[in-house]
């Protein structure tokens, strides 16, 4: 991205909590970061022990749909029925590992209850192919290529995350939403699977220059369609998303949107739509 004073500079990093780590450590000006993320860290919690309420929400990106996968042959009807089992939970410290930790909660069980592997999406899907693990908790949005390339290349299925399990997700933190998994997303994926989305956000600190937040929403507003010829996620995100935020707007980001006159409306989350 480039305006008539700055150019920026895009970083690979390990994920969500370095984002914000670095973020707060004044190494970055702007971080993507998962919902889940976003509330721990700036609340206090997990990877967080101290609050870092300077934190701000800038844009909204795309919904991560949780896909639990696990290995046909496995005998795994329930994800409670992965207890003893081999599961990888993604990257140490990323927002997929603090995701699966509360997926896990919600059918009572710990990393004391299963046999934990920190994989990526990539590890994970060769892991499940090999038969070297026997689940996979990943959040990610669709169409994932992980999870096609697990789905393709082993004998692997997909799980739901239903019923008490789910209502219990949703009362007790609340980035996450109802969604749905659609059907043909993936390989002998045949109806719609229920699961729980949380939404990636674009982040900053509260002293963020106010011009650089609204260059952000200008592009995300104004430039979609060039934007999506060389990512298509991006028509999944949808500006509406900001009233929802699980953290503080930024200062500009709320005079953008005031601004506009944006219609207050809360997102859709079936599907991969974000709203």
């Known amino acids: ?22 973020l707060m450590n004044g190494e970055m000006d702007l971080a993507f970061a998962i919902g889940t993320t976003v509330y721990e860290a700036y609340n206090g919690g997990q990877d967080f022990v101290t609050p870092q309420q300077s934190l701000r929400i800038v844009a909204p990106l795309y919904p991560n749909l949780t896909h639990v996968l696990v290995r046909e042959n496995a005998g795994l009807q329930s994800i409670a029925d992965l207890r003893g089992k081999r599961v990888s939970v993604g990257a140490a410290g990323s ?28 590890e994970s899907a060769a892991a499940l192919a090999d038969g070297a693990i026997d689940g996979a908790i990943i959040s990610v949005g669709i169409p994932a290529s992980a999870v096609l390339e697990a789905m393709t290349t082993g004998r692997v299925r997909l799980l739901p995350i239903e019923g008490e399990a789910a209502r219990t997700l949703m009362s007790t933190y609340p980035y996450y939403s109802a969604a749905s998994i659609p059907a043909g997303s ?39 369609e060039a934007l999506q010829r060389s990512v298509e996620i ?12 699980p953290i503080p707007l930024h200062p500009a980001a709320r005079a953008w949107i005031e601004r506009r006159g944006e219609p207050v409306m809360r997102p859709t989350t079936t599907g991969g739509n974000g709203g």
Do not use: C, K
Request: glycine share 6%.
């Open 234 to 245: 991006v028509g999944q995100i949808r500006l509406t998303n900001l009233y929802a935020a």
């Open 95 to 122: 927002g997929t590992e603090q995701l699966a930790r509360h997926v896990l909660e919600a059918y009572g069980l710990g990393y004391e209850q299963v046999d934990e592997q920190f994989l990526s999406f990539t």
């Open 186 to 224: 993936y390989p002998r994926q045949d109806r719609n699977l229920a699961t729980v989305s949380v939404m990636n956000w674009i982040i900053a600190l509260d002293a963020l220059e106010p011009g650089i937040v609204e260059s952000v929403l200008n592009v995300l507003a104004e430039e979609r």
């Open 1 to 22: 991205m480039r305006d008539s004073l700055r150019t920026y500079t895009a970083e690979v990093t390990g994920g969500s909590v370095e984002n914000i780590q670095r």
